[in-house]
């Protein structure tokens, strides 16, 4: 047995080391399937539905597949198919189930059962032999044509027969409709009645030989046939328009839209005048044009266990690379099937949802969960997929309008426009139908956090139109609420009321959260009209008001505050048990400047380090699906490789069910917010931009010591792809799709040899041995390689103060690389540090203050420096508070 192991572990070992050997040749394409499977049906229960059945989508419609033998069950979601009521507390009325959609075959004896998701193709499939018969189905969910197309056929001729049953979940209670069968056509409709909706599915059979018979119980019976194809097509009768929002009435929201049933049949009819082939042809064209662009290669290979397995041995058997893997390409999927224009953006569940009382209401929260299923649209290379978000906003902006001449009359009416040039403000929570007004749950800040994800769409595409016509206009009159909204207080402009989302200290003045949000949206209006060359009559205004917007305080822990009024970090937050303060709360609000904002950067290194403080003392408690996806960023954006690995660990073995949704909290509570920020979590510990420096690896934990990306984006519109092998770069590639500087940071990249794609010699500046700069053209790509290896630096630690008559005396642990120590000091909530002294030969330093009256605070760090010159990226930081 021990020979047998060796042996299959040299194999292993063999086979990755082919797999890095034709990478750095070149960058690994989708060379191994990325897929979920299982070996047998999905039970036919909810538990089961949440928990193993296959998800797809194209944007019009989200599926579950169950993959049932006896009888296959296909449940159908439409986001804009609504209930509302009275409801209260964590399930309520909300998106309803569209339609369960049943396939009876009878298969009794069934075996060499599989059940896929085959990510690679956009593709579910299944095949098992019954009764010496093998039978095969394969499922897509085309967003060119609009349908879902369902191919059965059977290994022998003639041994096809099943029956097609579309029936209508909920009727009954604000529900009602029916089923008929006509021909080869079985149509669904009704209406939901609180909002007036009518919703109609047609279900088309096209049989291959055999006999088909409709039946007056709205079904379809296929007997003796070779195959068959079903193509389904749904809508309803709503419309993106801001009438929906503007209309108070329910019940006269959608008056004047079209029935569905025109648009469904064009919808059934332009498919099925397609072969089968032809749909899939339009369908991997679309889908894999933008799954392809993408690729991670930790050197996982295949394993031969079903997913299920793969998910429940993960916590215990340590790292397992083909599900860190998957589990990255997957939120791209998830983000491929539920976000396409012309169809309402991902809402708490995605595009799915098979309850009639769903979680929340599958609303659309703006304090973190819109922006997460948004987070790796950018750098993950699928812009476009927020054009879904961008037309959804377009109509329920007018709305907001009007709430902000309401907000600016009844907290800072001096500053009134009477003709309602007052902007818009931003929402906490919306649906399809309705946007209420402002809730001391979270504070204003959540209409810049929508107007940062405007900006980042402009800021890695690069294109000036889009820039102009769609991310200006919003952002502009976001800052023009902003600009009205803050008040003078204590020499700053500060939001009054303010609250930080979901802590129970509410109507605050100034949290962290508005303040960071406004900051970054008034410094992006201001650089979007320098680029586009505005003039616009309020940008003066955005320019004074800048500076006086704080957005970050220091604590007297060192951490970035949350609240003005707090000192040490836990002082306020969630109470819990006995008054104790939740410090571990799922919102880390405050850090939004490091991630997902560009405020707080290797450029104001003492706010990182504070960042990297308030991150520890948040520690690892929660069980938070999407709270532990925002975190593997926040730890990535601090270069803290591992503990960003140590998140996503957590993330798959405890959240992560059977069919990788996200278990929010556990009971299987199913939200898509944790699957789309797992992936942009895993993007930020590959490659950052957040201060317009392409800078890859920056980290990479030790688990991934082996690998290569291709095809994520940065900003400016960087297509950046790389390989490394024992975590030195062996190799990047940077394609320029909008010219400009480039700017590069990776240790020794400037004793690197670099080249165009053709081999030509590329000239550039080295600011630094790790930071180079090139003059880009448009389309050209930049190779860089034979990259001098590094060797890390050891950080010195446990910095102590001893503080006596103004005479600081610094002790810490030495670092085993360095000859000398550097100190630094960062005054109050400055955000860079000032050299106090070198040459530090000695792990204790004595530091005289001139004049200590003038800052009652001071931040100080020492760091290490090596005989070759390179000082540590790291150090050691404390906090220095005089009375």
């Known amino acids: 047995m021990k020979i047998k192991n060796n042996i299959i572990f040299f194999v292993q070992k063999l086979l990755i080391a082919m797999i890095f050997s034709a990478t750095f040749f070149g960058f690994s394409q989708q060379n191994k399937t990325l897929r979920l499977w299982y070996d047998e049906p999905t039970p036919n229960t909810d538990k089961g539905w949440v928990n193993r059945s296959i998800p797809m989508g194209n944007g019009y419609m989200g599926v579950n597949v169950f993959g ?103 009727v009954g209670e604000g529900k009602s409709g029916s089923v008929s069968a006509k021909g080869d056509v079985i149509t669904l409709s009704g209406i939901m009645n609180y909002y007036k909706i009518k919703f109609e599915g047609q279900f088309k059979v096209i049989p291959e030989g055999g006999k088909m018979k409709t039946n007056k119980n709205g079904t379809i019976k296929i007997s003796d046939a070779n195959s068959a194809v079903i193509l389904i097509a749904i809508g309803t009768n709503y419309k993106l328009d801001s009438q929906v929002f503007l209309t108070e009435n329910p019940t006269k929201k959608l008056d004047g839209f079209p029935d569905p049933h025109i648009k469904v049949t064009q919808y059934l009819k332009d498919a099925a005048a397609k072969s089968h082939k032809e749909l899939l042809a339009n369908h991997q064209a679309d889908y894999l044009e933008l799954y392809d662009r993408v690729n991670f290669n930790i050197g996982a290979i295949e394993p031969d266990m079903p997913t299920n397995e793969l998910i429940d041995k993960y916590p215990n058997h340590g790292t397992n690379k083909y599900l860190e893997e998957l589990a990255f390409q997957f939120g791209r999927y998830m983000l491929i099937c ?36 948004y987070a790796p649209v950018f750098s993950t290379n ?93 952002i502009y009159e976001q800052a023009n609420f902003v600009s009205r909204f803050v008040t003078e207080t204590d020499g700053f402009l500060l939001a009054n009321p303010s609250s930080s989302p979901e802590q129970k200290l509410r109507n605050t003045i100034g949290t962290t959260f508005d303040q960071q949000m406004f900051y970054e949206n008034h410094h992006n209006v201001i650089k979007s009209a320098e680029i586009l060359g505005k003039s616009d009559v309020r940008l003066s205004t955005f320019e004074k008001q800048l500076p006086l917007l704080d957005p970050i305080q220091v604590g007297k822990s060192g951490q970035i505050k949350e609240f003005r009024q707090e000192q040490h970090f836990n002082e306020f937050g969630d109470p819990k048990i006995n008054k104790i303060i939740d410090v571990n709360h799922r919102h880390a ?27 520890i003392k948040r520690d690892h408690k929660t069980n938070i699906g999407w709270a532990r996806a925002e975190r593997i960023a926040m730890w990535a954006r601090v270069h803290n490789g591992e503990e960003a690995y140590l998140y996503y660990k957590e993330l798959l073995s405890e959240n992560y069910m ?36 392409v800078s890859p690896l920056t980290a990479l934990p030790k688990e991934w010591s082996e690998g290569s990306f291709n095809g994520l984006l940065a900003r400016g519109n960087f297509e950046v792809s790389a390989a490394w092998s024992k975590g030195q ?35 550039f500046v080295a600011k630094d041995n790790d930071l180079i700069m090139i003059k880009t053209e448009v389309g050209q790509t930049y190779v860089i390689n034979a990259i001098p290896e590094f060797t890390s630096m050891d950080a010195p630690s446990n910095l102590k103060i001893d503080n006596k008559d103004n005479e600081i005396k ?74």
């Open 729 to 763: 770069a062996k190799k990047f590639e940077v394609l320029s799709k909008s010219g400009g500087t480039l700017e590069f940071r990776y240790p020794n990249v400037a004793k690197a040899t670099i080249k165009t794609s053709k081999g030509k010699a590329v000239k």
């Open 382 to 474: 699928l812009s476009e997929l927020f054009e879904s978000y961008v037309d959804y906003f377009k109509v329920f902006e007018p709305r907001q309008r009007l709430y902000a001449t309401e907000y600016i009359k009844q907290y800072n009416s001096s500053q009134l426009d009477p003709n309602g040039d007052n902007g818009w403000s931003g929402p906490f929570w919306s649906n399809p139908y309705d946007v209420p007004s402002k809730t001391k749950i979270a504070g204003f800040g959540t209409g810049s956090w929508i107007g940062l994800m405007f900006w980042d769409y402009y800021d890695y595409i690069r294109d000036d139109s889009v820039l102009a016509d769609k991310v200006y206009p919003v």
């Open 68 to 170: 049932g033998t006896t009888s296959e069950r296909i449940q159908i979601t439409e986001n804009s198919l609504y209930d509302w009521g009275k409801d209260r507390g964590l399930k309520r009325r909300g998106v309803n189930n569209f339609a369960e959609v049943f396939i009876d075959f009878d298969h009794k004896n069934v075996k060499d059962y599989k059940h896929e998701l085959n990510l690679n193709k956009g593709i579910s499939s299944l095949e098992y032999e019954n009764d010496g018969v093998k039978y095969s189905r394969e499922y897509f969910t085309s967003y060119p044509d609009k349908v879902m197309a369902i191919r059965l056929s059977a290994s022998k001729k003639g041994k096809l027969s099943f029956t097609l049953r579309p029936t209508i979940p909920f």
């Open 589 to 615: 609000s405050m850090l939004l400047g490091l991630y997902p904002g560009i405020l707080i950067t290797d450029k104001t290194p003492a706010w990182l380090d504070a960042a990297e403080v308030s991150l």
């Open 810 to 883: 610094l002790f810490w642990n030495k670092s085993k690389d360095a000859v000398s120590y550097n100190l630094y000091s960062a005054v109050g909530n400055s955000p860079t540090y000032e050299l106090v002294t070198s040459k530090i030969t000695n792990t204790d330093f004595v530091y005289k203050l001139s004049d200590p009256k003038k800052f009652s605070q001071m931040t100080l760090k020492v760091t290490a420096v090596r005989a070759d010159g390179r000082e540590s990226d790291k150090g050691a930081t404390a906090i220095l508070l005089l009375p």
């Open 338 to 373: 539920s976000s396409r224009k012309g169809t309402l953006p991902p809402h708490l569940q995605g595009i799915w949802n098979v309850y009639q009382r769903p979680p929340w209401s599958s609303q659309y929260l703006h304090d973190t969960n819109v922006q997460m299923a």
């Open 658 to 693: 059977h069919n990788l949704f996200n278990d929010h909290r556990g009971g299987q509570l199913f939200q898509a917010d944790a699957n789309y920020g797992a992936t942009s979590g895993v993007s930020e510990m590959l490659l950052q931009c957040q201060d317009y420096v």
